[in-house]
């Protein structure tokens, strides 16, 4: 197994926050990998970083090798790097379908985009509301959604951002279903997701951050055992009920 | 020193333009396109006021008075219905500014016309011979200017002015009516538009165009100085002033000159620095 | 088994069940029918319409398409509202009109290519810093940028004219190219025999009708083309969302500015086009009044679809042109009026139908609810109100 993707030291400052510090890790070809860790750990923010959606303060992203942080964003998803958004965003006045077909366009596809645009629908159960302008999707369809266009990238590398927050249950277990599949497609990824339980019976391995800086990586079991990992999630925990 | 003291002068009456059009976007989020027709109200009704024979005291007031009217007119009538959607906020406007383009050039046609002076004659000051209307447009202008920031700063109403530009939810927690201080700031704005108007009407000239050259100016003393930024409206003011003045008298044909600086200066910063040289994220 | 499956589903969206088209059909296809229609009816318009005033009016308008379509494409389609964009129509007609006082033997066809290349270079250097904008920025840039140009005019007063600007242009019968399309139009349409009779005037008239309508068709249809099929599904999401556009793999800076330029070469063609029409040009091509007029043409046949600002354009411009005279003195003695009341109706409108007024009254007459907006009317509302 050659090694996809390297983050090298990345870190990136707001003014005098430090949001992500000194990441370091690699994902080999065909991976599962969780990244979990409490809100505001930083984990959009290092996904920012390595799909080109924001320059790391300093460090390096590389993709087989090749940096990716002079690379203009359309170039970073030619190159096989394709992500969601934590916060969905469609194309609200676009019907599902035509949502789909643009980064098929994008991506120079041939034949009949609308074929393919369903196809991708279909792979994430979204097929019977391809006519549908997405301002009118629920939730979870607006997931599915954002799922479908990061598919029709073709990529080879998917990141995906909390893709199972505001699902019921049965929704997630659909689109769990969805990402297996992907896998067995030979797709790698990297997930973001508080919903563990879920997140656990995808991937093979979790890293966990906190505050910016990785604090385990390995074995999930293990990650999950780990002392700073249970600290770092109870202070978190902590933190929300406070606020609430 | 010709340079350096009309400079000075003309740096003030453009950041009584400025100031207006800066505040009420830092504080409303508001682009208001009508702006330079607060600065041609203020011309025009003064202008009219003083052939009606009225004194000319009296005309600049009212020309004052107009401007201010014109502000709260369009705060109330038109951008409050769509303030949460920017292009049309946008579109509205630029109407605004047509409709009254239109209306001057219905009642005064398109010539050319010019208020008698405040003062006449000149003064010499550091050596430099200058029209005294310029003279006391500058001073007026730099005293009006002063006061609106000591006002802005040291009182509490300039306070909460402040605190809804830096952040609207937050001061609507504590008790702020943002759209309350939108109005204000629009009036005030509008107001030392208008008293701008005035007071270069001595020594511009009026036509119902004269409203785009104002704007372009304003808008390019945000971009210098930053969105919503008083200190750096007050400096970008000083560099657009003495730049327009530089080139009126450096180059050949200087005066038609100065909008194409004011545009060059408005592309150059774009390019080199989107966010403005002080100021806040410029999006 | 998959692959019938797959084959089966797209005719689900396209039927949607219900019997009305989907909106997808509608976003990706107008109506064919009605688009040839349109032209037709005005090729032989003038076979039945004779009063030569009125369809020199209609020349007039038919050149307003082409501004209005050209700006939808930039403004309506990507988001980038211009409001400046007298700035490319005025530098396709000012280098037409200063080819022909100072190089008349440049050819008329030559002259307009001219004016394309320097609409688009225009529109190239606008562009480029232009590019990061949004909203208000863009507004006032392109605003700025066209009242520089009027500047420009006066400092080369001896040679635009200032403000009488150029008379004497070399006119649409001048060119060998649209002479003989609007001659051999108005010869199928009239009959030979009845064009060899009028006067020169009359003839005049008609070439630039048909020359007008000629590249109007071919503008505008190209535009369609190319607004309804892939890459114009590319510039609405790049309205939509830039960010979601990249995530797609859309490579933003290539669109943005490929938009402008195509907006600006369009535009350049017609105010080109424009000025050999009118035999003159003036500082009224470069002015925050036609900016904000086309705007007001695509707020009231609704922006981002071409075909509705196109539609627009001749409802207003014949308005302002030709009925408003005939309506009242008022508008004949004051002509400034005229676009002062463009501009009250506009700023009523916003406030009471953001959404303009062709498309939702084109959305209850054919039956459709509110439920899926019309493509066309987004501009407003989506433009660039971003959090
Ligand atoms: N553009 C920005 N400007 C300033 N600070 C930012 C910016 N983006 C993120 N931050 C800060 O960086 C830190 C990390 O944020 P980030 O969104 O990466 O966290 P996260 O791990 O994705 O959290 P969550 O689980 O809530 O999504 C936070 O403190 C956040 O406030
Ligand atoms: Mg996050």
Redesign the pocket.
């Known amino acids: 197994m050659s090694v996809l993707l390297e983050a090298d030291a990345v870190t990136?400052r707001?003014?005098g926050?430090t949001?992500?510090n000194e990441v370091t890790f690699s994902v080999e070809e065909g991976a599962a990998v969780g990244l979990i860790?409490?809100?505001?750990?930083?984990?959009?923010?290092?996904?920012?970083c390595l799909t080109g959606f924001?320059k790391p303060t300093s460090g390096d992203v590389r993709l087989r090798g090749k940096s990716l942080l002079k690379m203009a964003r359309h170039k970073v998803v030619k190159s096989g790097v394709a992500r969601t958004f934590?916060i969905v965003k469609p194309f609200p006045d676009l019907p599902v379908l035509a949502n789909v077909m643009v980064p098929l366009i994008a991506g120079g596809t041939k034949g009949d985009l609308r074929v393919q645009a369903m196809g991708v629908l279909d792979r994430v159960g979204l097929a019977h509301r391809a006519a549908s302008p997405s301002s009118q999707l629920s939730e979870g369809d607006l997931k599915r959604l954002e799922m479908a266009r990061a598919l029709a990238t073709k990529p080879q590398l998917l990141l995906l951002?909390?893709p199972f927050a505001g699902l019921s249950v049965a929704e997630i277990g659909v689109l769990s279903d969805t990402i297996r599949q992907l896998r067995a497609d030979g797709t790698t990824l990297i997930v973001?997701e508080?919903k563990i339980g879920s997140l656990l019976q995808l991937v093979e391995r979790v890293v966990a951050?906190d505050q910016?800086a990785v604090i385990a990586d390995g074995e999930p079991q293990a990650v999950m055992r780990d002392p700073a990992v249970v600290t770092a999630y109870l202070g978190g925990e902590a933190t929300t009920h406070e606020q609430h | 020193m010709d340079v350096l003291v009309q400079g000075a002068l003309t740096s003030a009456v453009i950041a009584l333009v400025a100031l207006g059009f800066s505040l009420v976007y830092g504080v409303g989020g508001i682009v208001n396109l009508a702006h330079g027709s607060f600065f041609m109200i203020g011309a025009y009704s003064a202008y009219a006021m003083s052939e009606t024979g009225a004194p000319l005291l009296v005309s600049a007031v009212v020309g004052v008075l107009a401007a201010t009217l014109a502000g709260v007119l369009l705060e109330r009538l038109v951008i409050t219905p769509i303030r949460h959607q920017e292009v049309a906020v946008l579109i509205a406007t630029l109407a605004v500014a047509i409709l009254v383009q239109s209306g001057v050039q219905f009642f005064y046609g398109g010539l050319e016309r010019q208020l008698p002076g405040f003062v006449s004659g000149a003064v010499t000051v550091f050596g430099v011979t200058l029209q005294q209307t310029r003279v006391l447009a500058g001073l007026v202008a730099l005293v009006t200017i002063v006061t609106v920031l000591l006002v802005l700063t040291r009182t509490p109403t300039g306070r909460m002015v402040r605190a809804v530009a830096q952040d609207e939810e937050a001061s609507r927690l504590i008790g702020v009516r943002p759209e309350r201080v939108t109005l204000y700031v629009l009036a005030i704005g509008a107001g030392l538009a208008g008293l701008a108007g005035v007071l270069t009407a001595p020594y511009g000239v009026l036509t119902p165009t004269m409203w785009l050259l104002p704007l372009t100016q304003a808008f390019a003393i945000v971009i210098l100085g930053g969105l919503g930024s008083i200190p750096g409206t007050v400096l970008a003011s000083v560099v657009v002033g003495f730049l327009d003045r530089f080139v009126a008298f450096n180059v050949k044909d200087g005066d038609i000159k100065v909008g194409l600086v004011t545009v060059a200066v408005i592309l150059a910063t774009l390019v080199l620095r989107p966010q403005g040289f002080l100021g806040k994220v410029a999006r | 088994m998959t692959s019938t499956k797959v084959a089966e589903q797209p005719a689900a969206p396209s039927d949607g069940g219900s019997g009305r088209p989907s909106p997808l059909k509608r976003l990706l296809r107008p109506n064919p029918l009605i688009l040839l229609a349109l032209p037709i009816v005005l090729l032989y318009l003038p076979r039945f319409v004779d009063n030569t005033t009125l369809l020199q009016q209609i020349a007039v308008a038919t050149i307003f398409v082409m501004f209005a379509a050209s700006w939808d494409i930039l403004s309506g389609y990507t988001g980038q509202v211009n409001f400046g964009h007298a700035a490319f129509i005025g530098t396709g007609a000012y280098t037409v009109a200063l080819l022909s006082k100072y190089q008349p033997d440049v050819s008329n066809e030559l002259a307009l290519l001219a004016a394309v290349g320097a609409a688009a270079l225009l529109g190239l250097l606008i562009g480029i810093p232009c590019l990061r904008l949004k909203g208000p920025y863009l507004a006032l840039a392109t605003l700025s940028v066209a009242g520089a140009l009027v500047q420009l005019t006066f400092i080369f007063k001896t040679q635009t004219g200032g403000e009488d600007g150029i008379a004497g242009v070399k006119t649409v019968i001048d060119g060998s190219l649209t002479n003989t399309i609007g001659e051999g139009l108005s010869k199928l349409v009239l009959g030979p025999l009845t064009f060899s009779g009028l006067g020169g005037f009359d003839q005049y008239i008609y070439v630039s009708y048909f020359v007008t309508l000629v590249f109007m068709v071919v503008m505008v249809g190209g535009l369609m083309l190319l607004g309804y099929g892939k890459r114009g599904l590319v510039l609405r999401s790049i309205q939509q969302d830039e960010l979601a556009a990249e995530a797609a793999g859309v490579p933003l800076t290539r669109y943005k500015l490929g938009a402008f330029v195509l907006s600006a070469a369009c535009a350049g063609l017609a105010g080109g086009l424009y000025a050999q029409v009118r035999g003159t040009v003036a500082l009224d091509l470069l002015a925050v009044d036609l900016s904000l007029l086309i705007i007001i043409i695509a707020a009231f046949g609704g922006a981002g679809s071409i075909i509705g600002p196109a539609i627009g354009a001749y409802v207003v411009v014949l308005l302002q042109n030709y009925y408003l005279d005939r309506a009242t003195d008022l508008f004949v003695e004051h002509p400034e009026l005229k676009i002062g009341t463009f501009a009250l109706l506009l700023i009523i409108v916003l406030i009471v139908q953001p959404r303009g007024i062709v498309p939702p009254l084109l959305q209850r007459l054919s039956g459709r609810g509110s439920a899926t907006r019309a493509a066309g009317a987004t501009m407003v509302e989506g433009g660039g109100a971003k959090p």
């Open positions: 990136r707001f003014g926050l949001a992500v860790g409490a809100n505001g750990a930083g984990k959009t923010t290092l996904f920012n924001d934590q951002d909390e973001v508080h951050m910016g």
